[in-house]
């Protein structure tokens, strides 16, 4: 029985330290929380109708074409980590692209070759300019 009250004790403990732990954060809060290193922000933010990764099609086209694409932005050294790591999701033959990226001609080029190995027509970016 004292094990199972202690257990109980440190679970209570854990969850008032991390309730309490984000609370207090300041990194969690208006602009910052945006931009936070977890991605709490954007997290909160592309809960409902956005497109996110766990949506990607499992048919062989569009896996091929979200591969494609990934290779063709990561093979390119001139665009930043952000632009590496944009979200490429493909549903039905349509990708969709999110995520920061450093510039405007970085979100350019990104879509450029999205659109180059999708189709004219078949890109929807959401790109967004990361702040300086």
Known sequence: MKKLYVLTMAVALAGWSA????AADPSTK?????SAPDNTGRNVRDRGD???SGDQSE???DLETTQKIRQA???D???STNAHNVKIVTIGRKVTLRGPVDSAKEKQIVEVQAE?????????SQLEIAKP
């Open 19 to 22: 309730t309490t732990t984000s």
């Open 30 to 34: 208006g602009e910052a929380k945006e």
């Open 50 to 52: 956005t497109v996110t």
């Open 59 to 61: 048919s062989k086209a």
């Open 73 to 75: 932005v990561v093979a």
């Open 77 to 79: 050294d001139s665009l």
């Open 116 to 124: 180059r190995i999708a189709g004219a027509g078949k890109v929807e």
